[in-house]
């Protein structure tokens, strides 16, 4: 078909921008990008940039490894997403799968009070709670 450059130029950039927002959230540990497109420049290459723009922080897996219709396999991480095209007898659409490369055993290892978390998102220690000491002084008997 016919390719409107303008307008995938435009849909790339608005789909790599809500792709890589997602990887923002702390708790999220896997991200699903899919779309209804047949074309390179919506799948493998915003796929592509995603990956060099989040710094290693999120890695691509293998989706479906029986499906037979892979990604592009000039892309380098091709054969890990799935495609249709309408060579399939469907309309074509693509899916690639993330996950966050910093793995459970990792975050294990990491102290619970320095853990990253959405109300927590510096790794910053947890203040000890101090003890009131009208608390305190309350349960105590007075004797005179």
């Known amino acids: 078909p016919d390719k409107p450059t303008e307008r995938l130029k435009r849909l790339q950039k608005f789909q790599l921008a809500a792709l890589l927002h997602s990887f923002k959230f702390l708790s999220v540990k896997r991200?699903?990008?899919?779309?209804?497109?047949?074309y390179?420049?919506?799948?493998?290459?915003?796929?592509s940039?995603?990956?060099?723009?989040?710094?290693?922080?999120?890695?691509?897996?293998?989706?479906?490894?029986?499906?037979?219709?892979?990604?592009?396999?000039?892309?380098s991480e091709g054969a890990k997403c799935l495609r249709t095209t309408p060579d399939d007898m469907m309309q074509?659409?693509?899916?690639?799968?993330?996950?966050?490369?910093?793995?459970?055993s990792d975050?294990?290892?990491?102290?619970?009070s320095t853990r990253r978390s959405a109300s927590n998102p510096a790794g910053h220690p947890k203040p000890k709670?101090?003890?009131?000491?009208?608390?305190?002084?309350?349960?105590?008997?007075?004797?005179?």
């Open 31 to 38: 991200v699903v990008y899919s779309t209804c497109s047949i």
């Open 40 to 47: 390179e420049e919506e799948n493998e290459r915003v796929v």
């Open 49 to 75: 940039l995603a990956l060099e723009q989040c710094c290693g922080k999120f890695r691509l897996i293998e989706t479906l490894p029986e499906w037979p219709r892979r990604g592009f396999l000039h892309f």
């Open 92 to 104: 074509g659409f693509f899916v690639a799968v993330f996950e966050r490369a910093e793995t459970l």
């Open 107 to 112: 975050f294990s290892k990491t102290p619970r």
């Open 129 to 144: 709670r101090l003890k009131s000491w009208k608390r305190k002084r309350r349960h105590k008997s007075v004797v005179d």
